[in-house]
């Protein structure tokens, strides 16, 4: 489970006190955040940036706001990362790359490790703001809009990433290592009591639920939707050949908040549960490096030995 963006304050400290409460009496969940760089990077100071393409100081969403508010951010990201959740890179400016070449992802990619290495000088802070980890140690990334192009995918590799997370694959695929980064993608879902569809992440069942609309009248309809898919999938793939899952949200309060609290409704019912892990994708990538590949091979064909009694009943899924 990850999230996209990470701008609202309010945002980080719910996720951070509800990831405390989940790991009160064991390590159940752990959460991996793409971070915009624009997120630390204050209204004031916004002109320490140029993305590529565009013109010095703009980006497609809002920056930062005042000092204190990326002095907050900073605080919670360091605090998460000390409790074992990710940080990784969703680029800076929130650009379409869709067309950039590999130099243009590059210079983006220097770009995010500059405003994290910078974070207290660039909005005059104290030097107390400063992140408690290296930008070497963020070592994933989604495209904003999942827009790529081949030269991301070069850049990345230059860069020392180890995995992306901007694709798509069917919802029982393991993933792939290709040319040295690991795809973990997401996956389309079938929305439970509909006949619609969409990607696992929220922005896309509120544009496939409401056309991108708030209807406070069909709000715990679409809450209970996303729940229901979301064991759907749990369940197709934890009786079938494992195949991780991946679930992207965003700190926006899409639809009022439900599908925070789908999520959250989620991560309780199955975060936990005999042979389950909600881990970091960071993790994911240290699991996928020591699977030898006929190892990998049996898991895709479902060849392994599974739990004598999957406890279906237990979390309200019929077997």
């Given at each position: 489970m990850a999230f996209d963006n990470c701008t609202e304050l309010e945002r980080w400290r719910d996720l951070s006190e509800f990831a405390a409460d989940m790991n009160r009496d064991g390590d159940r969940v752990r959460f991996t955040f793409f971070v915009s760089g624009i997120n630390l990077i204050a209204d004031a100071s916004r002109t320490i940036y140029e993305g590529p393409r565009h013109r010095r100081g703009y980006s497609s969403i809002n920056f930062g706001g005042a000092p204190d508010d990326v002095h907050a951010r900073v605080d919670f990201m360091n605090a998460l990362h000390r409790d074992g959740h990710e940080i990784a890179s969703h680029a800076v400016g929130h650009f379409n790359g869709a067309f950039w070449s590999a130099a243009e992802w590059a210079r983006e990619l220097r770009s995010f490790s500059d405003v994290?290495?910078?974070?207290?000088?660039?909005?005059?802070?104290?030097?107390?703001?400063?992140?408690?980890?290296?930008?070497?140690?963020?070592?994933?990334?989604?495209?904003?809009?999942?827009?790529?192009?081949?030269?991301?995918?070069?850049?990345?590799?230059?860069?020392?990433?180890?995995?992306?997370?901007?694709?798509?694959?069917?919802?029982t695929a393991w993933p792939e290592e290709i040319d040295g980064l690991w795809r973990f993608n997401l996956a389309p879902l079938k929305i439970n009591g509909s006949g619609r569809k969409a990607l696992s992440m929220d922005y896309n069942f509120f544009v496939s639920q409401s056309r991108a609309a708030a209807d406070p009248h069909r709000q715990e309809l679409f809450r209970e939707q996303m729940v229901a898919t979301y064991l759907d999938y749990f369940k197709t793939n934890y009786a079938g050949n494992r195949a991780p899952l991946h679930i992207g949200h965003h700190f926006t309060g899409y639809?009022?908040?439900?599908?925070?609290?789908?999520?959250?409704?989620?991560?309780?019912?199955?975060?936990?549960?005999?042979?389950?892990?909600?881990?970091?994708?960071?993790?994911?990538?240290?699991?996928?490096?020591?699977?030898?590949?006929?190892?990998?091979?049996?898991?895709?064909?479902?060849?392994?030995?599974?739990?004598?009694?999957?406890?279906?009943?237990?979390?309200g899924l019929a077997p």
């Open positions: 994290l290495d910078s974070v207290a000088a660039n909005n005059g802070l104290p030097e107390s703001a400063r992140l408690a980890f290296a930008p070497r140690r963020v070592v994933g990334f989604r495209a904003p809009y999942l827009a790529t192009s081949p030269g991301l995918f070069a850049a990345l590799k230059a860069g020392g990433f180890r995995y992306d997370a901007s694709r798509v694959s069917p919802a639809q009022g908040g439900v599908y925070h609290e789908a999520l959250k409704t989620f991560a309780r019912t199955v975060c936990g549960l005999p042979e389950v892990r909600c881990t970091t994708y960071e993790k994911l990538a240290d699991f996928m490096d020591r699977l030898r590949p006929e190892t990998l091979a049996a898991y895709r064909q479902g060849a392994f030995a599974h739990a004598a009694a999957p406890l279906f009943g237990a979390i």
